[in-house]
């Protein structure tokens, strides 16, 4: 599709420059957009949020992409990643990116979970040509208004009697699961290790299990920074888990779902970090 299809389409929700802006060698249409060109040099990104300002909940963006000869880019695979560089932290819900045809993506389901300082971060592959364009959001305000408002509907708060045990039985009764940190307390803001010791319910260690790990901060709306693993397992039913980190003081939650043969349960652990 040739630029000018492009212009049309989005023509009737943003208004265009009279005359096309040029940004070194690349090319600006809108004058309510941002544009940023990605860290290599190989993109630029020009980015519309509906509504014409980001704010927490739930966004919807359009994006332009064009490459360094300033050519649409189509085919791309777009990733976008909401990011709060001052808290450390992203969000849980993935963006959903559609290619609507002449360099144009949509980003729908784009959550921030806070007010305050944020990142959009678009990643942008074509043909294994990778580079990423960081857009900043200094000032980002609740829906509705009002700084001071931090109940996001995302968000969780403390329950009373909150069960921070490191022995839990799986949800199904299937499993017992002791973690064990190597730092303990456990630490804010730095990479380390787990260790988990996995039995039935009736004391026998399950020595070929399979886990999948995830964690969050309910209060906050937002996931762990890292991908934490299991690196080995020591037999015995203990398992090393790699990678773990918790960027900020507070209540967070991890998940473990273990699979032994042909049984599978799941468990999780809350815990309260502090600096």
């Not at 490459?67 to 959903?96: F, I, Q, R």
């Not at 942008?124 to 509907?153: C, Q, R």
């Amino acid at each position: 599709m040739k630029k000018f299809a492009l212009l049309a389409f989005l023509l009737v929700l943003f208004p265009l420059i009279a005359n096309a802006q040029e940004e070194g060698k690349f090319t600006r249409h809108y004058a309510n957009s941002k544009f940023v060109i990605s860290e290599g040099g190989k993109y630029s990104v020009e980015m519309l949020v509906i509504g014409d300002m980001l704010k927490t909940g739930m966004n919807s963006l359009d994006m332009v992409v064009h490459d360094s000869s300033d050519h649409d880019v189509m085919g791309a695979k777009l990733t976008v990643t909401p990011w709060m560089p001052e808290m450390g932290h992203g969000v849980k819900t993935e963006p959903t990116i559609t290619e609507r045809g002449g360099g144009l993506y949509s980003a729908e389901n784009v959550e921030i979970t806070m007010p305050g300082m944020w990142q959009i971060k678009v990643a942008v592959d074509k043909d294994g040509v990778e580079d990423t364009a960081i857009f900043e959001f200094p000032n980002v305000h609740p829906a509705g208004g009002g700084m001071m408002n931090m109940h996001m509907p995302s968000a969780t708060e403390v329950p009373e009697g909150l069960n921070i045990s490191r022995i839990v039985e799986s949800d199904n009764g299937i499993f017992r699961v002791t973690w064990m940190s190597d730092d303990d307390p456990v630490p804010v803001n730095k990479v380390h290790g787990w260790r988990l010791y996995i039995e039935t319910v009736d004391g026998m260690p399950v020595t070929d299990a399979d886990i999948a790990i995830s964690g969050d901060m309910p209060e906050h709306g937002h996931g762990l920074p890292t991908k934490p693993r299991v690196a080995k397992n020591m037999g015995d039913g203990v398992y090393v888990i790699e990678g773990m980190k918790f960027q900020m003081p507070g209540w967070w939650v991890m998940h473990f779902t273990i699979t032994s043969g042909d049984k599978q349960d799941s468990v999780t652990f809350n815990l309260k970090t502090q600096l």
